[in-house]
């Protein structure tokens, strides 16, 4: 794995949308070009407003494009606090992605089963004897320093045995979650980490982004 890491500073909002949109458009180019496919993972929270704006700007293939989630909320589709709710609202009809192009969770299923379910699905995209190697996570940061929904200090964070965990008891709501695991995060081709805000700026400042993560 490589360990390359650039860390960018961005003065305002509207240069982070386009810089990040920037890299995806690029990354998504050469995936394409290589694999005939671009396997991204997405993230909620800010990611959500940032791409909602970025995305539509760039040129690339839509068609190729296969969306997964970083982490997810084990809430209805129609819940606010679904990920896959928000960019089906902001992205279908608005670019040419098909529902059937995001890989979701079942929500009717408790964590645990979410989990076993969403591993199943990447494996129809992911040789099933390997860890996954996305092209592309989209991750964010959290003020306490966690990324997807691998929270510090929380069991999760030790799990290195599938590629997908569930999580019943995270510290900030909805408690019920699914996350990729470290391995599947640092297994990426490119990680792009869009944190924005002064009350994020300690963390990044604390962890440089640290040894587990690369950064792009």
């Known amino acids: 794995m490589s360990t390359n890491r650039v860390v960018t500073v961005i003065q305002d909002e509207q240069h982070v949308i386009t810089e990040v949109c920037n890299l995806i458009e690029n990354i998504s180019k050469q995936a394409i070009e290589k694999d005939d496919v ?87 995209y992911f040789p099933p004897d390997s860890l996954p190697r996305f092209h ?31 999580v019943t008891n995270a510290p900030k709501p909805p408690p019920s979650r699914i996350t990729l695991t470290f391995p599947v995060v640092n297994n990426a081709e490119y990680c792009v980490f869009a944190v924005t805000g002064v009350a994020k700026a300690e963390v990044v400042k604390v962890l440089h982004l640290s040894q587990i993560w690369k950064i792009f």
């Open 38 to 124: 671009f396997k991204v993972g997405l993230s909620g929270g800010s990611l959500t407003k940032i791409l909602s704006i970025g995305l539509p700007k760039i040129d690339t293939d839509w068609s190729k494009w296969r969306l997964f989630f970083c982490d997810e909320r084990v809430v209805p589709f129609e819940s606010a606090d679904s990920t896959y709710g928000i960019y089906k609202n902001a992205l279908i009809g608005t670019l040419p992605l098909t529902d059937h192009q995001f890989i979701k969770i079942d929500p009717h299923l408790p964590a645990e089963a979410a989990a076993k379910d969403y591993i199943q699905k990447m494996a129809v």
């Open 136 to 166: 592309l996570l989209l991750l964010g940061l959290g003020p306490d320093g966690h990324t997807c929904s691998l929270f510090p200090g929380h069991r999760i964070c030790d799990e290195t045995s599938v590629w997908v965990a569930p």
